[in-house]
């Protein structure tokens, strides 16, 4: 049996309405966002037709506007941008999903900044329904022989326009509050969200007749137009009452996506210590979220400060972010600058460099860990303190004990101690030897090691006390002992029962006669077993 059939399938606007509104924003606060960013979009745009001498009138007091009024339920958002006529709005409003902001940047690209207007879905206008049973807007076009025109919908597919009064150009979008959202009548609860989303809008947004935004925030300045004080000054204003940061990187690309950005680098001395600030993400100085995970590179996550970029894609799910070409980007754009700010800073003061790196030293060698291409580049300035707190880079190092470390097979060790103190009879019988001994003694070290093996050459890591230090560093030179050989066998019985333990081992075979007679280790790879079983 063939059956074959082919049609389309009908989408009946009743039915979409309901679950654009429920579903197409987790957060109903948002609404807030996307009307105060439309208000902004428009006066932007008034702005620009000034500019191209579109519009002759006066510009005026750009201002929007926020307010409530607790007694009639309402929120009102106006802004005295561009306006619409009633024709516009039909064009503009009633279809969902066209946006006129795309629309305006097209028929002005060529004419300049397309950056500053926000809006591009064409869907952000519909979260008002999300707390509004109804919705009105009042607006008055800048267009000449226009007048001013009333919508008002109740949220299902009907809409209704009237004529209406307004004073001037701009627009007022007026939410009746449904009963379940009355917690946006509150005047904290309008604040918060404001303080979350519009902070750092290019226009004035006024609420309770105070503005709540810094319309010009630093990261969107030219980095020579700017001082350490500023720097230092917006990172109080992103984290109240944080201990300074070390120094920062300001970010600023334009091809083959835009990003423009401060991180920067506060104090930390291990992970475990990891600060609630987190790395804020705008686009086009509208916040959309603190959760950055896809966007920055994991081992940056620990940096503080802005990224806003009007090309990473929002509104969208994780896993497509993920998969988007523009993000891999921007993660590998990031993971570069990071990378060489850290080496500008290393070549122009070693010295400042080797005193900030117990906290740096965390970033470094994390993302040595996670990242090869970090790997190649820091791996000319990522230092290696050892036990006399003397600092070295790796080459340094290298060459520091080719001569002494390298064993009769001409593989070189490097000597390392996770615990200074409880290794200290270990380390003084290395150095006695005219051994080094590195100290590596952070979280992140044991995992850092084992990078460190898999990529050097013919060079070995080993834990002073994972065996005497003769077999640790075999120069094939045999040492006196203390004890005869009967002697050993005795004690190295007797020691091998108290510990009872078959990973550890007793050497008595190889103590030079100044030192411990005995000496109880445990071989490095099983050392590293247990650790890794702990962790
Ligand atoms: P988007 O902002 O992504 O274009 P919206 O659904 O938020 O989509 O808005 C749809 C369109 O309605 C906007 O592009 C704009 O043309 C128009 N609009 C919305 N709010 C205003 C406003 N306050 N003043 C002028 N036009 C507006
Ligand atoms: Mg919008």
Not at 217 to 244: C, G, H, N, Q, V
Not at 336 to 359: I, M, P, T
Request: aromatic residues 12%; hydrophobic residues 40%.
């Amino acid at each position: 049996m063939t059956m074959q059939e082919k049609g389309n399938i009908s989408i009946h606007t009743e039915n979409i309405f309901p679950i654009i509104k429920k579903f197409l924003y987790s957060d109903h606060e948002i609404f807030l966002r996307e009307l105060v960013s439309n208000a902004v979009d428009a006066s932007q745009k008034i702005k620009r037709l000034a500019a191209i001498g579109e519009y002759a009138g006066e510009l005026g007091e750009l201002k929007v506007k926020v307010a409530f009024d607790k007694e009639a339920k309402t929120i009102t958002i106006s802004d005295a941008g561009l306006g619409m006529t009633a024709d516009e709005i039909k064009k503009y409003i009633n279809q969902i999903a066209f946006s006129g902001a795309t629309e305006f940047v097209e028929k002005y690209k060529d004419k300049g900044d397309e950056k500053a207007i926000i809006g591009h879905f064409g869907l952000g206008f519909y979260s008002a329904f999300m707390v509004a049973e109804r919705v009105d807007i009042i607006s008055q076009s800048y267009q000449e022989n226009t007048q001013p025109v009333k919508w008002t919908c109740d949220g299902s597919t009907e809409f209704e326009i009237t004529e209406a009064t307004r004073e001037g150009r701009g627009t007022d979008i007026v939410l009746h509050v449904a009963e379940d959202s009355v917690e946006f009548l509150e005047e904290f609860r309008i604040k918060q969200v404001l303080d979350k989303y519009c902070k750092f809008l290019p226009i004035e947004i006024e609420f309770q007749e105070k503005v709540i935004n810094n319309p010009t925030p630093i990261w969107a300045k030219s980095p020579s137009d700017l001082t350490d004080e500023d720097y230092l000054k917006f990172y109080e204003e992103l984290y109240p009452y944080s201990e300074k940061p070390l120094f920062w990187i300001h970010l600023n690309v334009d091809y083959p996506f835009n990003l423009t950005g401060i991180l920067y680098f506060p104090k930390v001395k291990n992970e475990l210590q990891l600060s609630r600030e987190k790395i804020q993400l705008y686009s086009r100085q509208v916040f959309i979220t603190d959760e950055v995970k896809d966007v920055v590179p994991e081992f940056l996550m620990l940096l503080h400060g802005v990224i806003d970029s009007p090309d990473i894609p929002l509104n969208v799910s994780r896993s497509f972010l993920q998969a988007d070409g523009n993000v891999k980007k921007i993660n590998s754009y990031i993971t570069k600058k990071v990378a060489d700010k850290l080496g500008e800073l290393f070549k122009a003061d070693r010295v400042g460099f080797e005193e900030k790196f117990d906290n740096i030293g965390l970033f470094v060698k994390y993302g040595m860990i996670s990242d090869d291409k970090f790997y190649e580049r820091a791996k000319d300035y990522c230092l290696f303190q050892n036990v006399d707190n003397k600092f070295f880079t790796l080459n340094e190092y290298a060459e520091f004990v080719q001569e002494n470390q390298t064993d009769k097979d001409g593989n070189v060790t490097y000597l390392y101690a996770s615990d200074v103190k409880g290794q200290d009879g270990f380390i003084q019988s290395a150095k006695k030897r005219g051994y080094d001994v590195l100290k590596l003694d952070t979280v992140l070290d044991n995992h850092f090691i084992n990078m460190l093996e898999s990529k050097l050459v013919k060079t070995n890591l080993k834990r002073v006390d994972a065996d005497t230090i003769e077999k640790l560093i075999d120069k094939g030179i045999a040492v006196d002992t203390i004890l005869s050989d009967s002697e050993k066998e005795t004690v190295k019985k007797v020691f091998e029962e108290v510990i009872n333990d078959t990973t550890k081992v007793v050497n008595l075979e190889a103590m030079p006669a100044d030192e411990m007679p005995a000496l109880i280790t445990q071989n490095e790879f099983m050392r590293r077993m247990s650790d890794m079983s702990r962790m």
